[in-house]
């Protein structure tokens, strides 16, 4: 079982920076791909970045590429996600998820509680 906990939302001015984090718990996060995803309320979740088990392979959702950035540090079992350039419509509650292997990361099998990001205008 992996537990995922995340921390570091809040709230921040629009052309502000925040940094998300991962942690988990249980099994080591070496033998997972990882993503961040967010939501609105009405919609969908979506995915908004990725990374692979090595952290080789990091892809992004074309409404944050190049204001995102998504890390993962194996030996701390630490997932982040810096977010800079923030605008309003980038609030959302996000989550942390993790999965075998990243080409399957819009099906995770592990989600953390999620955090509120709010950006004012």
């Known amino acids: 079982q992996v537990q995922l906990v995340e921390s570091g939302g809040g709230l921040v001015q629009a052309g502000g920076s925040l940094r998300l984090s991962c942690t988990t718990s249980?099994?080591?996060?070496?033998?997972?791909?990882a993503g961040w995803f967010r939501q609105v309320p009405g919609k969908e979740r979506e995915v908004v970045a990725a990374?692979?088990?090595?952290?080789?392979?990091?892809t992004y959702a074309d409404s944050v590429k190049g204001r995102f950035t998504v890390s993962k540090n194996n030996a701390d079992n630490t997932v982040s996600l810096q977010m800079s350039s923030l605008k309003p419509e980038d609030t959302a509650v996000y989550y942390c998820?993790?999965?075998?292997?990243?080409?399957?990361?819009?099906?995770?099998?592990?989600w953390g509680q999620g955090t509120q990001v709010t950006v004012s205008s």
């Open positions: 990374i692979s088990r090595s952290g080789g392979i990091t």
């Open positions: 998820a993790a999965v075998r292997d990243i080409t399957n990361i819009k099906r995770p099998s592990y």
């Open positions: 249980g099994r080591s996060f070496s033998g997972y791909a």
